[in-house]
């Protein structure tokens, strides 16, 4: 059971919540897009029916992966070790990702429960960052499982604001998986420092570096010419790096990626 928290907790773990919502509305976009995809040929009754049906279902699937995620990534170095390096695979392969293009012809000819179907698969494993993130920020259950909560508020409430966000300002796509590499690489640093029991970033500074990301981000966007300037640097020095550190991930986290390539 999940133990409510009193005033105080919530005051110390503002920070972290903060963080996790944003980490959550950033996350949950491109998800909502790519469901909204999928069940895009259904009526529009049939439509919003199957997207209400499998965001229900993905919540529920959300909750017990976290119950079952959080103690593991608390408790275990390993655990913490193999989560840090897939936030690092999804942030390197989102980088060095080529655009693909898919036949969706076939998929006006699929029945409303093959279509529900496909919608709470997509919804789940597209979802996979989300919980990972979740579990990456916080130790405490109650505020790993605020995710959800703010998953629902956010994108099933908020969706179209959120959207409209993404489309004013399409760098924050990008700046998510930032994000998600950045709390890859603090989770496995946390994990270093703790064995060697040297002291590691506040949820404060974790905060402030959070914001910090997204300003240089949507600065960086709105500068042609610093992007000019960079651009070398980029192609010629990160791509490859990232091309270098995400070959053998793929590899590890193989079945994770051909789960979520099929079913997206």
């Known amino acids: ?8 907790e919530i005051e ?15 996350l949950s976009v491109d998800n909502l897009i790519a469901v909204s995809a999928v069940a895009a040929h ?43 390096l897939y936030m690092i695979h999804l942030m390197a392969s989102h980088f060095t990702a080529h655009d693909e293009t898919s036949d969706r012809s076939r998929v006006v000819e699929w029945s409303f429960g093959k279509t ?4 709470l698969l997509v919804d ?3 979802n996979t960052d989300n919980i990972v993130a979740a579990v990456s920020m916080s130790k405490t259950l109650w505020v790993v499982c605020s995710s959800v909560l703010f998953g629902i508020v956010f994108i099933r409430i ?32 946390e994990t270093v420092t703790k064995t060697l029991k040297i002291a590691h970033l506040t949820d404060i500074q974790k905060f402030l570096a959070l914001f910090e990301i ?29 091309r270098i550190i995400n070959m053998p991930l793929s590899i590890l986290f193989w079945p994770i990626r051909k789960l979520t390539s099929l079913a997206a």
């Open 42 to 84: 259904l009526p529009p009754n049939k439509r919003n029916l199957a997207l209400s049906i499998g965001a229900i279902g993905s919540y529920l699937l959300r909750i017990v992966a976290l119950l079952v995620t959080a103690p593991l990534i608390s408790a275990y170095p390993a655990a913490r070790i193999i989560g840090s």
């Open 158 to 189: 908020l969706g179209r604001v959120t959207v409209r966000a993404i489309r004013r300002f399409p760098i924050l796509s990008n700046s998510v998986y930032v994000l998600v590499g950045w709390i890859g690489l603090l989770l496995m640093a």
């Open 214 to 242: 997204i300003l240089v981000t949507i600065i960086y966007d709105g500068m042609p010419s610093l992007q000019r300037l960079l651009a070398p640097f980029f192609q010629r020095v990160c791509l490859p790096a990232l």
């Open 124 to 126: 789940f494993t597209l």
């Open 1 to 8: 059971m999940i133990e409510l928290p009193e005033l105080y």
């Open 12 to 26: 110390e773990q503002w920070p972290i919540l903060v963080s996790m919502a944003l980490m959550e509305v950033l």
């Open 116 to 119: 529900l179907f496909t919608v």
